[in-house]
């Protein structure tokens, strides 16, 4: 037999039923198909969705004053439960972020900078130790939130905001600013007696309870510039 025009091949019109499953689950696997499903979060919504319609249709005797407040305490709760969840730790990851101090990019921890300022004492450069030890002062009054450092903030402004938590130390504090810029800017060796006075008023801040309310305690630094 000779064939003069185009074969067409047709699927069969009356497929049994394995076929047609398979053109089904065929048809189903395509991409458009699949990036229509439903996500986790399109479940979720759903399920509170239909959980707030029940509420509301086994109470409906209740005045829609009532409703409607049920409703709200419903959604705050709702809310309150994804900031718990997702909000705060992302928050906590921005508030820990390091801030340099005295804008020379410096963001070790207190605890570094305590070991800076010993190694530094043991081999007697007092100047350095005196630097290291104000500079654990600060980052340790920034990690508990009790002052805040900004972009020009100097020593003595570190001293003015932390004696507002710390009222009693306000002139230990302003000294212990005076001994820093005194070795750091103005070129002085710095004395083991200065270091002495510095790691005291630590020790003493770290021990101290400190005094006012929360906006009080995380008040910026009020000074900048040299």
Do not use: C
């Amino acid at each position: 037999m000779v064939l003069t025009g185009p074969v067409r091949w047709e699927p069969p019109l009356d497929p049994d039923a394995p076929e047609a499953r398979r053109w089904v689950l065929d048809e189903l696997a395509k991409p458009e198909y699949r990036a229509a499903e439903p996500t986790a979060f399109d479940l979720f919504a759903q399920a509170v969705r239909d959980w707030l319609v029940g509420l509301f249709e086994g109470a409906g005797g209740l005045p829609m004053p009532a409703l409607a407040l049920i409703a709200v305490l419903v959604v705050a709760a709702l809310l309150g439960v994804a900031l718990l969840v997702f909000g705060l730790p992302r928050l906590r990851r921005r508030a820990g972020a390091p801030v340099p101090l005295f804008d020379d990019g410096d963001v070790r921890d207190a605890a570094a900078l305590r070991r800076a300022a010993e190694a530094a004492a043991a081999s007697g450069d007092w100047a350095l130790a005196v630097q290291e030890r104000f500079r654990a002062i600060v980052r340790s009054l920034v990690e508990r939130e009790l002052v805040r450092v900004h972009p020009g903030t100097t020593a003595h402004g570190m001293a003015d905001a932390a004696s507002r938590p710390f009222p009693d130390r306000a002139a230990e504090l302003e000294s212990a600013a005076a001994d820093f810029d005194a070795v750091r800017y103005l070129g002085r060796s710095g004395t083991e007696a200065q270091y002495r006075r510095v790691t005291a008023l630590e020790s003493a801040l770290a021990a101290s309870r400190p005094a006012g309310s929360g906006d009080e305690l995380a008040a910026p630094l009020a000074r900048s510039g040299a």
